[in-house]
């Protein structure tokens, strides 16, 4: 049978049957696109409104938004920056559809993260090639989505695998990205931050549970293995070029200001900062937490014993004052987990 358009047009295999959102108020030219999508193998929903495209994104999750900039009850580039601020959507790459001499729009489709432009009255073939060069790189970045939660997967099972570190990751996250916000860091830091409280102690996979479970004494052939678990990790994350700004926090989050840590035994501000910055959360969080060798201690205790080991030369001064200040506001210890 012929094929029902030229095959020069055919959507490469992986993206045939992409779910593509189409918003815009023009009855004829929101059906024109459509159609046009649909005929080249895509599926296609329409809405004419923002509020009616929000709702169709939402619970249909597309592959790709084409929204008009002008719409009844809002503007396409609002819909854009609003896609582009949740993370379990920012990675939806978005087309605004703008008049050929609109430049404002177009700025400011730009600043609210559009992916790319199409210009009224719509051409077939350059939405055609737009539209599948778009899903081509969604369908990158579901790939490594896909493998970054493989790789967090697998950073909490290491955490599982003991019964006293439960919720630590999840702690350390949440407590190193409010410092690192604290201390004016930009956005992409405070996220590696976010993701290094999960992922510092991948490379304990590495680990046998025999090491990893015994409560004190470890020889020092069970210290090597041990502390082989930071360069392991950044081994297990090295080839996600996406946790390249994570990569620092696994290897260095062990090394300690004085340069008596591991495992390059770096010293001071050669120690990288956001490796300074978790490791004084964890540091605090294994003090107010029972452990198999101690219980859990309060937080005045525990500042105290962190104001020590600042003295003794283990922690970045300038960072565990600014954490300290940041707990003695908020005094609340983590929640200890339930063991
Ligand atoms: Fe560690």
Not at 39 to 67: H, I, K, N, Y
Not at 326 to 335: G, I, N, V
């Amino acid at each position: 049978m012929a094929a029902a358009f030229p095959s020069a047009e055919t959507p490469p295999v992986e993206i045939a049957g992409a779910r593509i959102l189409v918003v815009d108020d023009d009855d004829v030219g929101r059906e024109l696109t459509a159609e046009m999508l649909r005929l080249r193998g895509f599926q296609v929903r329409m809405a004419p409104t923002c509020r009616e495209g929000m709702e169709v994104f939402q619970s249909w999750e597309p592959d790709l938004a084409l929204l008009d900039v002008v719409l009844p009850d809002g503007s396409g580039i609002e819909m854009c920056r609003h896609i582009k601020q949740h993370g379990r959507t920012r990675l939806v790459p978005v087309m605004l559809i703008t008049g050929l001499t609109d430049h404002e729009s177009k700025i400011r489709g730009i600043e609210a993260g559009a992916d790319d432009f199409l210009n009224k009255p719509v051409d077939p073939p350059e939405l055609f090639a737009r539209v599948v060069s778009l899903i081509k790189l969604k369908r990158y970045t579901d790939e490594l989505e896909s493998a970054e939660d493989v790789l967090f997967t697998l950073a909490l099972g290491v955490e599982a695998r003991d019964k006293y570190t439960q919720g630590h990751c999840q702690r350390l996250a949440t407590q190193a990205a409010a410092l690192g916000q604290r201390l004016g860091l930009a956005q992409e830091d405070v996220v590696a931050l976010r993701r290094g409280g999960v992922l510092h102690d991948i490379g304990k996979i590495a680990v046998p549970d025999v090491i990893l479970r015994k409560p004190t004494g470890l020889t020092e052939a069970e210290w090597q293995i041990m502390r082989m678990h930071p360069s392991s990790g950044e081994e297990i994350c090295r080839p996600l070029r996406s946790l390249a700004r994570v990569l620092p926090i696994i290897r260095h989050h062990h090394e300690h200001w004085n340069g008596g840590g591991y495992p390059d035994h770096l010293e001071a501000e050669n120690i990288p900062l956001l490796a300074r910055i978790l490791q004084v959360v964890d540091a605090y969080d294994a003090l107010t937490t029972e452990r198999p060798y101690k219980p859990a201690w309060p937080a005045e205790r525990a500042r105290a014993q962190l104001t020590t080991e600042t003295e003794q030369g283990w922690w970045d001064p300038h960072i565990m004052g600014e954490y300290l200040a940041m707990l003695r506001q908020s005094p609340q210890p983590p929640e200890p987990p339930a063991v």
